[in-house]
């Protein structure tokens, strides 16, 4: 997947979950604060972004924006909302 096919999806989606480097993350996209990423089975509340690609330029994944290693995502649950 590229980084403007994971934005479409972020822009168009409701509710994401995806696996990266060993680690299950979410992504609310229905957050009244913005977009939220959230990683799973942690106590925090993630971080909010106010646009898709401004979390895949500065969320990172152990260190590296997660816009450079979106090629190894695996998405595991996608909710469709916006076409």
Same mark, same amino acid.
């Given at each position: 997947?590229?980084?403007?096919?994971? !934005?479409?999806?972020?822009?168009? =989606?409701?509710? !994401?979950?995806?696996? &990266?480097?060993?680690?299950?993350?979410? &992504?609310?996209?229905?957050?009244?604060? =913005?977009? @939220? !990423?959230?990683?799973?089975?942690?106590?925090?509340?993630?971080? /909010?972004?106010?646009?898709?690609?401004?979390? *895949? #330029?500065?969320? $990172? *994944?152990?260190? !590296?924006? $997660? @816009?450079? /290693? /979106? =090629? #190894? &995502?695996?998405?595991?649950?996608?909710?469709? *909302?916006?076409?």
């Amino acid at each position: 997947m590229t980084k403007n096919e994971f !934005i479409w999806k972020i822009e168009h =989606g409701d509710d !994401i979950m995806f696996n &990266i480097n060993g680690r299950k993350f979410v &992504i609310f996209t229905w957050d009244d604060e =913005g977009i @939220r !990423i959230v990683e799973q089975n942690s106590n925090s509340e993630g971080l /909010v972004y106010k646009e898709a690609n401004e979390l *895949v #330029d500065k969320f $990172l *994944v152990d260190g !590296i924006p $997660l @816009r450079e /290693v /979106v =090629g #190894d &995502i695996t998405i595991t649950a996608y909710t469709l *909302v916006r076409e």
